[in-house]
């Protein structure tokens, strides 16, 4: 197959936009939607600190080496990555983002639930069983990212999300019902570390290109507890229907930004946990899981 734009040989077939794509056209077309996506939501400001969240997967490692470059062409901005060490072993092995940051040239941090928490996902895996392994390692893990990058000075903390994870992440609140969260979508809220998301409008297979041709050893195992997510379910039904209707995902993530636009706030305002310091909802989810881990071990 030939480039749709200039005849050289395609190296993707986009089926939503119907083009072909050679390499430079494909590398070209991603930066600008990634720009476009940060231009869109206004995420990045002259003097704003960026904390890349680096797990050493292909999503976050495509992030830091797009937005290294970016932060080239624009010396106001600064740039550092930090990874979380959830303490999963067999999968996490923080020597594989040291050396993706030492590649690209920059600095790096390394933050781990055993320091920040006394346990590890696998600990709590132990104690609690692994059918809410992802449940408590993703509110833990946002939460110490955002104490990460706010203590190193970040103003953004930017997130290797692609357009499959938001797509899922809208279906997912629909399957639960959870309206809260539809209605909130990304609003800023006090107190956190506003989050952004270059990658929100390119799709995954996209995104692992783009890092395929861009970043060596990036990571490529799977979590032993991924089976656990909901999410997993949500992904195997969202492909099966997008290879039918390949526009979907993008419907599903205008949605969840339509909804969020309405500005209505549903559940309580945020607060900050009296535990913690950290800003949360009625209760705090960290802390109160994490009393529920210390519970167990009494
Ligand atoms: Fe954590 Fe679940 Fe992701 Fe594994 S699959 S890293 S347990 S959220």
Redesign the pocket.
């Known amino acids: 197959m030939l480039c749709s734009k200039c005849r050289r040989p395609a190296i993707i077939y986009q089926r939503y936009s119907g083009l072909h794509l050679c390499r430079n056209h494909f590398v070209a077309d991603f930066q600008a939607k990634a720009k476009r996506a940060i231009r869109t939501h206004s995420w990045l400001l002259p003097g704003d600190s960026i904390a890349v969240a680096l797990s050493g997967g292909k999503d976050s490692a495509a992030l830091l080496c797009f937005l290294h470059g970016l932060v080239s062409e624009r010396p106001d901005l600064r740039l550092f990555a930090v990874t979380i060490d ?1 303490g ?1 072993s067999g ?2 092995d923080t020597a594989v983002p040291v050396k993706i940051a030492e590649k690209i040239g920059v600095k790096h941090h390394i933050f781990s639930f055993r320091e920040e928490f006394g346990t590890t ?1 696998d600990e709590i895996v132990g104690l609690r069983g692994d059918s809410l ?2 449940s ?3 509110v833990l ?1 946002r939460r110490l990212l955002n104490t990460a990058a706010r203590k190193l000075g970040a103003t953004r903390l930017a997130l290797g999300l692609n357009l499959d994870d938001e797509a899922q992440s809208v279906l997912m609140n629909t399957l639960r019902g959870d309206v809260e969260r539809l209605m909130r979508g990304d609003k800023h809220r006090e107190g956190l570390v506003q989050r952004i998301k270059p990658f929100m409008y390119i799709p995954e297979r996209e995104v692992a290109l783009y890092a395929y041709l861009h970043v060596e050893g990036f990571a490529t195992g799977r ?4 089976h ?2 909901l999410r997993a379910d949500v992904r195997s039904l969202l492909n099966d229907f997008a290879w039918r209707h390949p526009s979907t995902r993008h419907s599903l993530v205008r949605l969840g930004e339509e909804l969020a636009s309405l500005d209505i706030v549903r559940g309580s305002e945020p607060g900050v946990c009296p535990e913690c310091g950290e800003i949360c909802g009625e209760i705090c989810r960290s802390c109160q899981m994490l009393s529920e881990v210390c519970r167990n071990e009494d």
């Not at 979590?223 to 991924?226: F, R």
């Open positions: 959830e999963i999968y996490r996902v392994s992802c408590y390692c993703g893990r979590c032993p507890y991924a656990n997510a």
